[in-house]
């Protein structure tokens, strides 16, 4: 079975300083990896994916993150955070393999950036 | 393109009456997904489909629950008879390949009092 853990719940950063949020993942085969962010009363947007190749992938917003095949492992990063990053951030994983075409997601990270 | 369009926004009902949501996937999608977002369950998978055929529906809570993808372009999630326990967020998402990220709608907030 495939799952996602996102091991804290809440992560505080202040404004311009990086900020880091944490995803590990347990799945038989190649995973496929992606990351959303959700406003309030909104619905959860990509930001982005790893499918294969370059272990560092670049999405949107200047979010980058970095896939560890031997941690299994694919944190999320930016370098300088912004008040507007803000935001509930889910992790999400795919097993084409053994999962069928089901996209599982982790219990999410809410972040905060005080200014 | 108008994304995933879901409706209602919100939803108040009282237990045991039949509430039906409804979604629009994004034109061209093969994959159409229902998931419930609550705070002690956090994103549940229930069902998807796949070329309007159901594919996995075992995240179905009960057979209170059903779904249903007529056509390419529409999809109902229905509960009857609902619960005040079934009282959360309910979106809808599609996507195409099987490497594609999904597309969420705003999704429907259900209260059932």
């Known amino acids: 079975a495939q799952s996602v853990a996102q091991p804290e719940d809440q992560v505080n950063v202040a404004e311009g300083n990086p900020l880091t949020v944490k995803c590990t993942y347990s799945v038989s085969g190649n995973p496929y990896l992606f990351w959303y962010v959700q406003y309030p009363n909104r619905g959860l947007q990509f930001l982005l994916k790893y499918i294969t190749g370059d272990n560092l992938v670049k999405g949107s917003y200047g979010f980058e993150a970095e896939f560890n095949k031997s941690q299994t492992s694919f944190h999320l990063k930016k370098p300088s955070a912004l008040v507007s990053d803000s935001a509930l951030y889910f992790c999400a994983v795919r097993s084409p393999n053994t999962g069928g075409f089901k996209t599982i997601f982790g219990a999410g990270t809410r972040l905060f950036v005080k200014a | 393109d108008a994304g995933v369009i879901q409706s209602p926004r919100h939803e108040v009902t009282e237990m045991g009456q039949e509430v039906t949501l409804r979604c629009k996937p994004i034109?061209?999608?093969?994959?159409l997904f229902w998931y419930r977002q609550t705070m002690m369950r956090g994103l549940e998978l229930l069902i998807y489909?796949?070329?309007?055929?159901?594919?996995?529906d075992s995240g179905m809570p009960e057979d209170r629950f059903s779904a249903k993808m007529p056509n390419a372009s529409f999809s109902t999630l229905k509960i009857q008879p609902s619960e005040p326990r079934d009282s959360a967020v309910y979106f809808c998402?599609?996507?195409?390949?099987?490497?594609?990220?999904?597309?969420f709608g705003n999704g429907t907030r259900l209260t059932v009092t």
């Open positions: 034109s061209g999608h093969d994959y």
């Open positions: 998402a599609s996507r195409t390949k099987k490497d594609s990220p999904l597309h």
């Open positions: 489909f796949n070329n309007n055929v159901p594919i996995d």
